[in-house]
């Protein structure tokens, strides 16, 4: 049995024809069925660090752990154990909800019957049942959101990263989406998730890490943090561990 | 088997809801197939069965001329429209501008003299090389001048002109021989030449029989269908460029790409599903344009197409000519950063391949220095093979010889794309 869902141990990363590394021997635990919230300024270093932990980039130093099981270049069977929700709408807009499910979960792994299931399923949970046949293209920016969202958890994953999954949606969406998130991390699903959204955040995450210069600045309980710090909100500790100035 | 055959249905999909996509991968093709067959029928109508406006100005009142004027309207390949005797050369001139006609030719007035004259001339020549005197060599040492003036619209092409060229000497040389023998047939026997010697000499030419090669031996003459519908069908194969080229570069700059690369399963599946998904296309493509080709040519006045008898081996060289196009295209879209890259370096490409494999102009008309390039061209050996059973009457086994380079050629292809998606992280 383990107990973290994510755990990062002495990673060394630079980006290609760069001479400065990015992380340099860094270290974070995750644990499982925790709502975890990665947050930083600009250029801190949390998109690339999601894309470490999703295979989307690969490092030369160290090791990522998903669930007890080591990420390698070469073997895409860990990518099962999760689900990503990228910033950008990754569909095919030209594709209804239902023929966006149905291949995204083939490639997920899924057979016919599943798909089938887990996609009447999660379209009535979204809302989308009744443009369940209308390409996605027609969409407003909130169905397109939830169609999103819909196709990262069709394999019933148990990480999911989310990368700004609300960015542009209105008030009832964003509710909507959040509340969905908490049912499901209910059910044993670990939630990475990352954002700007500070208020959205403090309403989602239970446990934070705040990055900052390829560096974990803190990392534990965002109510420890909040008192730890005598802030009241994420905004004032954001604010107070990473200074006011810009960084881009 | 699942995951391939989910992502040849999304595949199926995409394409079918991408109408400009498919507009240019079926509409376009069928479009070009018409106009250039059609313009090529024209042209093969034109030299051989529709006449040439020819502006004529007679400026000669005797016989010969008259004489020329039915030697060339004999020849068939001309439409005479005479002018008044009086009109000037440029009158003539504005009257081609106005493309009224795009030749004229001028008699001048003393045609028939400088004929007649020419005629004794050859005629003493001739008489004294035999030992016998000529009756009269007054005239024959007068004049050695072209007796004929053609002026010809620059928009005509130069084969065209060197037709009309022939055809217009094989006029005046008919026109001159009938002289010289009727001048020698007096001088011998101071009488006239028979009317029916006459004709049986000048007349009577031997026969030119001209038979196509064929493999199975059928004597069809090939006719502009059987030219360009197989040559443009390639052409619309590997035009599919255009759609899955910039297709493979909108999913890798799209974000659904990132999600791919996230899931548990490898892009080579997504590539090898847009390979047999286009492959496919492509060979509803040749359907489609060799059946329009068969039943629809006919009702537009342009002859219809002939199915080779071997059509096992026209399925073979179409899915061959398919897969290399395909390959092509994926390499385009695997290694253009952009979709306007993609479209562009893919239409430019394909032309100067077209053009390289004799889909332009015939390989066998190219200069040498071109004859190793034109190998390298995938379109040159679709062609081959193409032609191998359209043109030759040939067999699946006849046309080999131009299938292996084109399998060499797609294996290479599809080598340098797994090269690309390494060296770009693709897979």
């Not at chain 2, 197409?305 to 061959?320: M, R």
Request: glycine fraction near 8%; proline fraction near 4%; charged fraction near 15%.
């Amino acid at each position: 049995m383990n107990n973290s869902a994510v755990n990062i141990e002495n990673l060394g990363f630079t980006y290609p024809g760069q001479s400065t590394e990015l992380f340099s021997g860094l270290n974070l635990t995750i644990p499982a069925g925790s709502r975890f919230g990665l947050f930083g300024p600009n250029g801190a270093g949390k998109t690339t660090l999601m894309n470490l932990m999703t295979g989307l980039l690969s490092f030369e130093q160290g090791n990522i752990l998903l669930a007890g099981n080591e990420m390698k270049k070469k073997d895409r069977s860990v990518n099962k154990l999760f689900g990503f929700v990228p910033q950008d709408l990754s569909f095919y807009q030209e594709l209804t909800p239902v023929e966006n499910l149905q291949f995204f979960g083939a490639w997920s792994g899924l057979t016919t019957h599943e798909i089938k299931q887990r996609t009447d399923e999660l379209l009535q949970l979204l809302g989308l049942n009744d443009v369940r046949n209308k390409p996605v293209e027609k969409f407003s920016g909130g169905m397109k959101r939830r169609v999103n969202l819909a196709i990262g958890v069709i394999h019933q994953p148990g990480i999911l990263f989310l990368d700004e999954p609300t960015v542009g949606v209105d008030v009832q969406t964003r509710h909507a989406i959040i509340h969905y998130l908490k049912e499901l991390n209910k059910k044993g699903t670990t939630l990475i998730y990352t954002s700007h959204q500070l208020s959205e955040a403090e309403d989602l995450c239970d446990t934070i890490a705040l990055i900052d210069e390829g560096k974990i600045i803190v990392h534990d309980d965002l109510n420890h943090l909040l008192a730890a710090y005598g802030q009241n909100g994420l905004e004032g500790l954001f604010l107070n561990l990473t200074g006011k100035h810009y960084r881009d | 088997m699942f995951k391939l055959r989910a992502t040849i249905l999304k595949d199926l999909r995409v394409l079918l809801r991408d109408k400009i996509g498919l507009a240019l991968m079926f509409g376009m093709p069928v479009l070009l197939v018409l106009v250039i067959t059609k313009i090529q029928n024209s042209t093969f109508e034109l030299v051989n069965k529709n006449k040439v406006a020819l502006l004529l100005a007679n400026r000669d009142t005797g016989k010969i001329s008259m004489e020329m004027i039915a030697a060339i309207d004999k020849i068939g390949m001309f439409k005479l429209v005479e002018v008044p005797r009086g009109q000037a050369d440029q009158q003539l001139i504005d009257r081609m501008h106005a493309k009224d006609a795009l030749l004229a030719l001028i008699l001048p007035k003393d045609f028939s003299s400088r004929i007649s004259a020419r005629a004794k001339k050859i005629t003493a020549k001739a008489l004294n090389s035999f030992g016998l005197e000529a009756n009269d060599t007054s005239t024959a040492k007068t004049t050695n001048t072209d007796p004929v003036t053609l002026y010809y619209h620059p928009v005509l092409q130069e084969a065209f002109r060197r037709s009309v060229d022939g055809a217009l000497h094989s006029a005046l040389q008919m026109v001159e021989s009938k002289q010289v023998l009727q001048q020698l047939y007096f001088s011998i026997n101071e009488k006239q030449l028979p009317v029916a010697m006459e004709n049986e000499l000048l007349n009577n030419q031997s026969p030119i029989t001209e038979i196509p090669v064929s493999r199975d031996g059928s004597r069809t003459v090939p006719n502009a269908s059987q030219h360009n519908v197989p040559a443009w069908t390639i052409f619309a194969m590997f035009f599919v460029v255009l759609s899955l080229g910039s297709g493979i570069v909108r999913e890798k700059t799209s974000g659904s790409f990132t999600r791919l690369k996230t899931l548990p399963t490898n892009y080579l599946l997504a590539l090898l599903s847009k390979q047999l998904t286009y492959l496919f296309v492509t060979m509803v493509q040749a359907a489609l344009i060799f059946s329009i080709g068969v039943w629809l040519f006919p009702y537009l006045n342009l002859p219809a197409l002939n199915l080779p008898a071997d059509l096992f081996g026209l399925f073979i060289v179409s899915l061959f000519c398919g897969w290399c196009a395909v390959s092509y295209a994926v390499c385009v879209g695997v290694f253009a950063e952009t979709q306007e890259q993609a479209n562009g370096f893919g239409a430019v490409s394909i032309v100067i391949l077209a053009a390289l494999g004799g889909l332009m102009v015939p390989a066998f008309a190219m200069p040498d220095s071109f004859q190793l390039i034109i190998k390298l061209s995938p379109l040159h050996w679709c062609l081959e093979a193409y032609y191998g059973l359209f043109l030759e009457g040939g067999t699946l086994q006849d046309v080999f010889a131009s299938i292996i380079p084109l399998i060499v050629i797609a294996i290479l292809i599809q080598l340098l794309t797994v090269w690309g998606l390494k060296r770009k992280k693709l897979i």
